[in-house]
């Protein structure tokens, strides 16, 4: 499998967002090919993190593009986002689901359940994801696909961010979190 390049990251977060469908997460031996996703369009998107300006926790949307934003939500749920676009424009995409390929045990429909089976957590903030250990890539074969595109869960407070189509999916995949 070929990582993706720097380039892929360095480009508009809606594209990059689209793109990413069918591509695998591979993290140590597990791999799972990305199904669902949802576009952070940086500090004017009151529903993505780096609305509320540059914090030690969002530092890392504010980097270069390319890298791993692991945050914790709940208190007890990590989620995966990656950081896009050039340094400084604080967006990224958060990895809602993914379809298991390789050593992947455990629910993936939704963030949460996707970082516990894929085992990203916390130490994983900030990695750079052109690594060999940690990093998307092109399938060996991609598959033919349809993307739906339907408002993001979970961000009612964002006003009319909230009803923006920014979360992308394989139509009919059943690895989908929610239709």
């Given at each position: 499998?070929?990582?993706?390049?720097?380039?892929?990251?360095?480009?508009?977060?809606?594209?990059?967002?689209?793109?990413?469908?069918?591509?695998?997460?591979?993290?140590?031996?597990?791999?799972?090919?990305?199904?669902?996703?949802?576009?952070?369009?940086?500090?004017?998107?009151?529903?993505?993190?780096?609305?509320?300006?540059?914090?030690?926790?969002?530092?890392?949307?504010?980097?270069p593009?390319?890298?791993?934003?692991?945050?914790?939500?709940?208190?007890?749920?990590?989620?995966?986002?990656?950081?896009?676009?050039?340094?400084?424009?604080?967006?990224?995409?958060?990895?809602?689901?993914?379809?298991?390929?390789?050593?992947?045990?455990?629910?993936?429909?939704?963030?949460?359940?996707l970082?516990?089976?894929?085992?990203?957590?916390?130490?994983?903030?900030?990695?750079?994801?052109?690594?060999?250990?940690?990093?998307?890539?092109?399938?060996?074969?991609?598959?033919p696909?349809?993307?739906?595109?339907?408002?993001?869960?979970?961000?009612?407070?964002?006003?009319?961010?909230?009803?923006?189509?920014?979360?992308?999916?394989?139509?009919?995949?059943?690895?989908?979190?929610?239709?």
């Amino acid at each position: 499998m070929r990582t993706l390049p720097r380039s892929f990251y360095d480009r508009d977060t809606i594209l990059v967002a689209e793109d990413l469908l069918g591509k695998y997460l591979v993290h140590a031996d597990r791999a799972g090919r990305i199904v669902e996703v949802e576009a952070y369009l940086g500090p004017h998107d009151l529903a993505a993190h780096s609305a509320r300006g540059l914090t030690e926790r969002t530092k890392v949307m504010f980097g270069p593009p390319g890298h791993a934003y692991v945050y914790m939500i709940y208190g007890m749920y990590y989620c995966m986002n990656v950081v896009t676009e050039r340094e400084g424009h604080a967006s990224a995409v958060l990895l809602r689901a993914v379809e298991p390929i390789q050593n992947v045990n455990g629910r993936t429909q939704g963030p949460g359940l996707l970082c516990k089976a894929m085992g990203i957590d916390r130490r994983l903030n900030a990695h750079d994801l052109l690594s060999d250990d940690f990093y998307i890539a092109e399938p060996p074969k991609e598959k033919p696909f349809t993307i739906a595109k339907r408002p993001r869960i979970g961000v009612e407070y964002a006003g009319r961010w909230a009803k923006r189509h920014l979360r992308f999916y394989i139509k009919g995949n059943p690895f989908v979190s929610r239709l």
